[in-house]
T-cell receptor, first 113, second 114 residues
């Protein structure tokens, strides 16, 4: 089955700096890669996703890049703000896995004011 | 308006008891899920229902039994609770059961078994 590894497990940055979280996946048939943000006491919320026919996607301060050859994808947050502090999860799925998403282990991002 | 709501938010109970968690979504989605998040924040799918039909049943003890009375509701009943069942349980829904259909999560039920 699919295996998703996520690094780093914790990340601390100063407000205004950029943050990068990286994930690798094992199943070359994976074709959908969402990122979820989980704030304290809440459920994960989708913030951006990318499909395998696209190499990069941006939405304001967040962007995701995908390298299918190397089987890794990354989340980039620019101009970080204290409200970006949360746990971020990457995930991957394939068509044949149906609705089964495999999540990474999460990254606790702390943005220091 | 809460899109995916689950109750209770906190559940403290003793080993051996039976408990239920309820979930409702008002998004009109066809597919609902139960996920378990352990103390290390790892998220793992337990069950998935599409239009009241079970489509994913991961390796979960049969003490856990999901029930979907209609496509807007998915409840989780747990028998003979054990200490290792302590975790946060998240209900989620998606428009379809397709792999690229975004998940909408509830805010979780923190289960503590003493």
């Amino acid at each position: 089955g699919e295996n998703v590894e996520q690094h780093p497990s914790t990340l601390s940055v100063q407000e205004g700096d950029s943050a990068v979280i990286k994930c690798t996946y094992s199943d070359s048939a994976s074709n959908y890669f969402p990122w979820y943000k989980q704030e304290l006491g809440k459920g994960p919320q989708l913030i951006i996703d990318i499909r395998s026919n696209v190499g990069e996607k941006k939405d304001q301060r967040i962007a995701v890049t995908l390298n299918k050859t190397a089987k890794h994808f990354s989340l980039h947050i620019t101009e970080t703000q204290p409200e970006d502090s949360a746990v971020y999860f990457c995930a991957a799925s394939t068509v044949r896995s149906g609705s089964r998403l495999t999540f990474g282990e999460g990254t606790q991002l702390t943005v220091n004011p | 308006d809460t899109a995916v709501s689950q109750t209770p938010k906190y559940l403290v109970t003793q080993m051996g008891n039976d408990k239920s968690i309820k979930c409702e979504q008002n998004l009109g989605h066809d597919t609902m899920y139960w996920y378990k998040q352990d103390s290390k924040k790892f998220l793992k799918i337990m069950f998935s229902y599409n239009n009241k039909e079970l489509i994913i049943n991961e390796t979960v003890p049969n003490r856990f039994s999901p029930k979907s009375p209609d496509k807007a509701h998915l409840n989780l009943h747990i028998n003979s609770l054990e200490l290792g069942d302590s975790a946060v349980y998240f209900c989620a829904s998606s428009r379809s059961g397709q792999a690229d259909s975004p998940l909408h999560f509830g805010n979780g039920t923190r289960l503590t078994v003493t």
